[in-house]
């Protein structure tokens, strides 16, 4: 039998594309945007989030699902966070202080249809 040389840049070139395909397959499955911002959600530009008075209506309109974020924990609080300068732009945030809390929300967020505007998990 021929025994077959493979060339260190070939095997270098498969073994980062390996890592490649199971880094992509983990941030799929654990949820995209998390697995790549480190437990943060993906959230739009600034000049496309809603005004901060939008926010908290939908806060108010989703009261249920407010309830069960603030009872994961005695640090959970719910409120419209400001990620972008300007100050009339805003999501929901879902601000915790452990990472119980921090998996509880990701749970009730990950099971409900959401708030209708953009939300995002902060550690404080």
Same mark, same amino acid.
């Given at each position: 039998?021929?025994?077959?040389?493979?060339?260190? +840049?070939? !095997?270098?070139?498969?073994? #980062?594309? &390996?890592?490649?395909? =199971?880094? %992509?397959?983990?941030?799929?499955?654990?949820?995209?945007?998390?697995?790549?911002?480190?437990?943060?959600?993906?959230?739009?530009?600034?000049?496309?989030?809603?005004?901060?008075?939008?926010?908290?209506?939908?806060?108010?309109?989703? +009261?249920? !699902?407010?309830?069960?974020? #603030?009872? &994961?924990?005695?640090? =959970?609080? %719910?409120?419209?966070?400001?990620?972008?300068?300007?100050?009339?732009?805003?999501?929901?945030?879902?601000?915790?202080?452990?990472?119980?809390?921090?998996?509880?929300?990701?749970?009730?967020?990950?099971?409900?249809?959401?708030?209708?505007?953009?939300?995002?998990?902060?550690?404080?």
């Amino acid at each position: 039998m021929e025994r077959v040389k493979i060339k260190p +840049a070939l !095997l270098f070139v498969a073994g #980062v594309a &390996a890592v490649a395909v =199971v880094g %992509v397959g983990g941030a799929v499955l654990t949820g995209f945007p998390a697995g790549l911002q480190g437990h943060q959600y993906a959230i739009p530009a600034c000049d496309q989030l809603p005004s901060r008075a939008q926010v908290t209506q939908a806060i108010a309109d989703h +009261a249920r !699902l407010y309830d069960q974020l #603030v009872q &994961a924990g005695s640090g =959970v609080e %719910v409120v419209a966070g400001r990620p972008c300068p300007d100050p009339d732009k805003s999501v929901v945030a879902v601000r915790v202080i452990s990472s119980g809390e921090e998996s509880a929300a990701n749970d009730i967020l990950g099971k409900a249809t959401g708030f209708g505007v953009p939300a995002t998990i902060e550690t404080r």
